[in-house]
């Protein structure tokens, strides 16, 4: 257990719908990433945000937004879902702002259907 | 730009018989690069890391890797291999706000 939980573990959706994907970091790690996971695509970083401020930026649709709140808990809003988007997203979690010594640890992962 | 190749996409070995799963990357600087393992349903949890250093990088449940500046590698290895080392591995390369990684290598353990 890495001590970052994420919720829900599943979901279905159809196309066209919004949904949200939450994350809990581990305690004390101030940083929140967050991975696509998909068959075509393999694993892609997706944003950071560390201590509710938007850090880095990777391969993020502008459908796809992420926000950090006051208690460092994430959440990650995906809208106008469409079939390619079926993935398992993971967020991982660390100390630091920039990663480097850090150690990245990953949560279980939300894998997400489109229909 | 910054890249990762791992040429095997599955690889089945036997218990106890030794393993070596390979990663090339593409990188500009100094390359930090890392090794992770995937179990089903699970998230990925970090075998090893190299920054700088001692080129032999020592991680958990045994691994190590080998950093190979010349041939631009950073295979994964480990003596005797366990069933519960059946998983998907993942090489990536870069910093963790921008990092990139492999496809991913499934190993399969063989009794």
């Known amino acids: 257990d890495s001590g970052v939980t994420q919720t829900p573990k599943h979901l279905i959706t159809a196309t066209g719908q919004r949904v949200t994907l939450r994350c809990s970091p581990r305690?004390?790690?101030?940083?929140v990433y967050w991975y696509q996971q998909s068959l075509d695509q393999g694993l892609q970083f997706l944003i950071q945000?560390?201590?509710?401020?938007?850090?880095a930026k990777g391969n993020i649709l502008e459908r796809f937004s992420a926000q950090q709140f006051p208690d460092l808990h994430s959440e990650l809003n995906l809208s106008s879902l469409e079939l390619g988007d079926s993935a398992l997203y993971f967020c991982a979690s660390s100390v630091g702002a920039s990663g480097w010594g850090d150690t990245q640890y990953f949560g279980p992962g939300t894998r997400l259907t489109v229909l | 730009a910054q890249s990762v190749t791992q040429p095997d996409i599955h690889i089945t070995v036997s218990e106890g018989a030794s393993l070596e799963l390979r990663c090339n990357y593409s990188y500009g600087a100094t390359p930090y690069l890392f090794w992770y393992v995937q179990s089903p349903g699970q998230g990925l949890q970090l075998l090893l890391k190299y920054f700088s250093g001692d080129t032999l990088v020592q991680g958990i449940k045994g691994f190590e890797a080998e950093f190979k500046r010349s041939q631009s590698s950073f295979n994964l290895r480990k003596p005797s291999v366990h069933w519960s080392d059946a998983a998907e591995y993942f090489c990536a390369v870069g910093a963790p706000d921008d990092m990139r990684f492999g496809a991913g290598t499934r190993l399969t353990v063989k009794p």
């Open positions: 945000y560390y201590n509710g401020e938007e850090r």
């Open positions: 305690s004390g790690d101030l940083s």
